[in-house]
């Protein structure tokens, strides 16, 4: 069975320091991974997706199948990074399985 | 371009009625989902409907059922509502099946009382 992981529920740091939301999976074939984000009072939203290898709002996050991890980086937090986000796992096939997501870590950053 | 938007809002059932959720997906989407996200977990999927037919299924009994029509609206059915299926409900779009990035709804909130 797909898992994905956030051990941390909650994660608060300072404006301007480096940020790593952390992501491990469970999955016995190649999966795709992404990120969504949840900004207060908005709907979720992709933020990346491992394929693409591109930075996001100043995010990156790189698949680590040896580690079965996909942390989520961003060297300097803004204000404005405060938000939900969720990491999620597609095994392809079609959808078949849908997204496995994880419980999501509250990212709060501290002016 | 319009996104994904869903009906009602929020909904109050009685346990052991049944219930519709409505979805239209964003323009030139085929493909919609549809996730349970109970209070303080991520979405959990329910299913996916691909071109009018299911696809994917989760791990949800056949009490929750779907359709998606022609024009790649859907609906999510729940009979014999319980308790537990108090949760938000999230509809997706992506444009087809193997595009792995979904646009989400604002979603439905479903009290069962």
């Known amino acids: 069975a797909q898992r994905v992981t956030q051990p941390e529920k909650l994660l608060s740091v300072f404006k301007g320091a480096p940020v790593e939301l952390k992501c491990n999976y469970s999955?016995?074939?190649?999966?795709?991974l992404f990120w969504y984000v949840q900004y207060s009072r908005q709907r979720l939203q992709l933020l990346l997706r491992?394929?693409s290898r591109e930075s996001i709002k100043g995010f990156t996050a790189d698949l680590n199948k040896g580690e079965t991890s996909f942390h989520l980086k961003k060297p300097f937090a803004q204000e404005e990074d405060s938000a939900m986000y969720y990491c999620?796992?597609?095994?392809?096939?079609?959808?078949?399985?849908?997204?496995?997501f994880g419980k999501g870590t509250h990212l709060i950053i501290q002016p | 371009e319009t996104g994904v938007t869903q009906s009602p809002t929020h909904l109050i059932k009685t346990r052991g009625q049944q219930v519709t959720l409505r979805c239209s997906s964003q323009?030139?989407?085929?493909?919609v989902s549809w996730y349970q996200q109970a209070l303080g977990q991520g979405p959990q999927f329910i299913f996916q409907?691909?071109?009018?037919?299911?696809?994917g299924r989760g791990n949800f009994p056949p009490r929750f059922s779907g359709l998606q029509f022609p024009n790649y609206s859907s609906e999510l059915n729940v009979n014999a509502l319980e308790l537990d299926d108090s949760a938000l409900y999230l509809c997706?779009?992506?444009?087809?099946?193997?595009?792995?990035?979904?646009?989400f709804g604002s979603g439905t909130r479903l009290t069962v009382v």
């Open positions: 997706a779009s992506s444009l087809d099946a193997w595009q792995g990035s979904y646009t």
């Open positions: 999955y016995s074939g190649s999966p795709e």
């Open positions: 491992h394929i």
């Open positions: 999620a796992l597609s095994g392809g096939g079609g959808g078949a399985d849908g997204l496995t």
């Open positions: 323009s030139g989407h085929n493909t």
């Open positions: 409907y691909y071109r009018e037919e299911e696809n």
